[in-house]
């Protein structure tokens, strides 16, 4: 395996931004990984935004950027909670497709994993994450009882295709050789 084959696995925190500077002076994913990973030039593979958090990929060879980030590419899977109660009419329509500010966007699949309180928390699949897709998404849709929209709180991504997020918060580690062959398979 060359140096340009090695792919890096980081666990993104909550209030982190995936960029290499931010003019608003906000925290960046290269103040809390390791200094090298910016001097060399690592490139992430994709996006997590500012409040979500979980698995992101950095890459040394950009040109792997596009082949794992192609639209019905990769499955991603997300663990969402959110402020409402999502009822089997929500599951139909957004996996059919739900009408949001930047046009209709859907999921793979949907779970509900259970409900608590006022809160519902759910098992989300994607294969092209578009801006905020997931956030959109719920806040186009009601809670059947409040009438107020549903609001995403908690957004973690835990799985890109066969790899599992196995880092706590803020580290990071390198994939196995048999990790890489596995994702590299399916692009």
Do not use: C
Request: aromatic share 6%.
């Amino acid at each position: 395996m060359t140096s340009s084959d090695r792919i890096l696995m980081f666990h993104k925190p909550k209030g982190v931004v995936v960029t290499h500077s931010d003019e608003l002076g906000r925290k960046t994913v290269y103040d809390v990984l390791p200094n090298w990973v910016r001097n060399e030039s690592w490139q992430p593979v994709g996006r997590l935004d500012r409040d979500s958090r979980g698995l992101l990929l950095f890459v040394e060879d950009p040109s792997l950027i596009d082949k794992l980030t192609k639209p019905d590419g990769i499955a991603k899977i997300y663990d969402v909670w959110v402020r409402g109660h999502v009822i089997e009419n929500h599951i139909k329509s957004m996996k059919s497709g739900v009408v949001t500010a930047i046009g209709e966007l859907k999921f793979a699949e949907v779970e509900i994993l259970g409900i608590v309180g006022p809160k519902t928390h759910l098992r989300v699949k994607l294969f092209e994450g578009k801006n905020r897709q997931i956030r959109r998404i719920f806040g186009a849709l009601l809670d059947p009882e409040k009438n107020t929209p549903l609001k995403v709180l908690e957004l973690k991504r835990t799985h890109i295709g066969p790899l599992e997020l196995d880092v706590p918060s803020g580290q990071w580690r390198f994939l196995s050789p048999d990790e890489i062959n596995k994702l590299k398979e399916l692009v």
